[in-house]
């Protein structure tokens, strides 16, 4: 049964991926490397995690996700579509004049998309705040925070890493998709970011690795997060960037580009396994 | 105007906060780290748990303020005008302004009347940065009374408002009846010879100088600008047109503030003549508030000079 559950989830991470080339490959623009490191988070979370329910996506009691790193809105807008928020012929619209599918997401503009984001760093203090509000209402629903590992090279992630500490939000998660690059390159070498397991332990949360592209693995670490009490919890999830598509996976210049013709169809083949359905 | 009764406008803030925590349960109050200077103390000591210091962390107190608006909270964030509109100008954007989330910005300490701290403290631009930005709505009460009356008002908006308090304390303008309306001005007097447009604690200097003009025989009037955005358009021109003269005064740089403000709906509207009294240009220094309005030309001094 867990087997068939994963490998489900598997599958469709893998339709996720190809909605994420696509979109951007349409747009002629948008970030494919942490959208693509991404979506296996994304898929754990809404089809197995989250108490959600896209008839009802303004649902007062419901799970809410931030995606903090906002560039990779394709992951989230494909993730939201293959749930059913959504129709994904509208993923065409991605990026285009008047289209509710922003470059970045817009909460008011997408059923689905909790919370508005596009400049870093400013997510887990909004997370914090409807952590705090779930806590005060005893709603009892649960708050998620997706930050790429480059993002945290913001101060306000540590302001908020207290905040979420000083009031004990257990009902809080935090992912750190920690695929090592960034635009100018390896994390390590643009900014001091040593040890982030260490680092969010240290500002008072339970840290956990794994590899956040491995579906059972993600699993494991939120039902662990859900049974810790009185401490927020940090999930380090040791990610590939570009996952899926051979020339994009661990190559920093796919941060925020798209695929030519060319590259387009070696990326879907890859993902499909096929050339058929390309456009 | 009562001369003897003097209260900041920070103070009547922290007063009516607490009444309002009465009645709404929904309000939740955030600071960081001055609740004994921006007065919200007195809500924290009445609602304990509905008060969230965020300590020296601006940024993160906006975001959290915006996290509280999705989940239906009406938070108000309060801090030096300085770290509120400067600090976290981006989360002010991005994260309030963007999603147009219901969250009540209530800056304190604005302009050079903050006095001995000096330039760093002392908030110049902030109505210039915060009527930019779409969705937000920006207030600058004069007195005690009119300070209550918005932010009880605000509180039923559900809008993004920028709130501008100062710590000087100032003279109480108006009865406790007193009506207001967001996105109107108040007009005292009916003097043809000036218009003075005022805002905040430029208000109170504006009707001593009117005084002292009546007895020069020189009779001007007063407009209370509280609302500079939305902006009493009708008002603005009704004076501009029944009036000689124009004038604007602020505890705020002149580029940006009231006075552009009344510039932009004039030029557009009926094109006149403006003498802007404010900050111009440079930065404010350490000094008493009171010698420091004269040293900035923004106190009623310096609007008499304008009729020698």
New interface residues.
Partial sequence: MKIKKVEALQKIANDIRINIVKMVYNAKSGHPGGSLSCADILTVLYFSQMNINPQEPNS?ERD?L?LSKGHCSPALYSTLARRGYFSEEDLKLFRKLNSNLQGHP???KVPGV???S??L???L??????????K??KKGYRVYCILGDGEIEE??VW??C??SSKYNLDNLCVIVDNNNLQIDGDIHTVKGLNKIEEKFESFGFKAITVDGNNIEQLIDAFDRAKMTKGVPTAIIAKTIKGKGVSFMENNASWHGKAPNEEEYIQAISELTGSNANLL | MDDNKKIATRQSYGEILKELGKENENIVVLDADLSTATKTNIFAKEFPNRFFDMGIAEQDMMATAAGFATCGKIPFASTFAVFSAGRAYDQIRNSICYPNLNVKICATHAGVTVGEDGATHQMLEDISMMRTLPNMQVYSPSDDVQTKFIIREISKTKSPCYVRLSRLATPIIYDDNEQFELGKAKQIGDGCDATIFATGVCVAESLKAKENLEKRGIFVRVVDVYSIKPIDKETIMKCAKETKKIITVEDHSIIGGLGSSICEVLSEEYPTKVIRLGINDTFGKSGNATELMDYFNISSKAIEKLFE
């Fill in positions: 007062m809410r931030v817009d909460m008011n909790d919370m508005t596009g400049s760093g400013q997510g203090s909004i997370a914090n705040g409807m952590a705090l509000s779930s005060m209402d101060g306000q302001e908020a207290m905040t």
